[in-house]
């Protein structure tokens, strides 16, 4: 069984950063693709940022891309979202999702395990 758990989130204003965090059990954590999605209040939720099992791929959705990093320490079990030069439009609850083999999916039906989320406002 993989259990996820965020945390990180909180209200900060435009252009500030925030990290998000995500712990994850399970002994088969640096196996996995590691993503992080958003859901906007209204909205869909939608693919931010993943990062393949082996650090060596990422891809970032164009609305976040030179501003979000996503990174990952397998000894922890931890994968991070850096998010610098917020945006109202950033504000979300931020899900961190985890995907077996070894490429690095964008779409959330290719993640077998999901988080609670974690809420990131960020006012203007």
């Known amino acids: 069984q993989v259990q996820l758990v965020e945390s990180g989130g909180d209200l900060v204003q435009a252009g500030g950063s925030l990290r998000l965090s995500c712990a994850i059990s399970?002994?088969?954590?640096?196996?996995?693709?590691m993503g992080w999605f958003r859901q906007p209040p209204g909205k869909e939720r939608e693919f931010v940022a993943v990062?393949?099992?082996?650090?060596?791929?990422?891809y970032y959705a164009d609305s976040v891309k030179g501003r979000f990093t996503i990174s990952r320490d397998n000894a922890k079990n931890t994968v991070y979202l850096q998010m610098n030069s917020l945006k109202p439009e950033d504000t979300a609850v931020y899900y961190c999702?985890?995907?077996?083999?070894?490429?690095?999916?964008?779409?959330?039906?290719?993640?077998?395990?999901w988080g609670q989320g974690t809420q990131v406002t960020v006012s203007s």
């Open positions: 990062l393949s099992w082996n650090g060596e791929t990422t």
């Open positions: 399970g002994r088969t954590f640096s196996s996995k693709a």
């Open positions: 999702a985890a995907a077996p083999g070894r490429g690095a999916p964008n779409r959330a039906y290719e993640y077998h395990y």
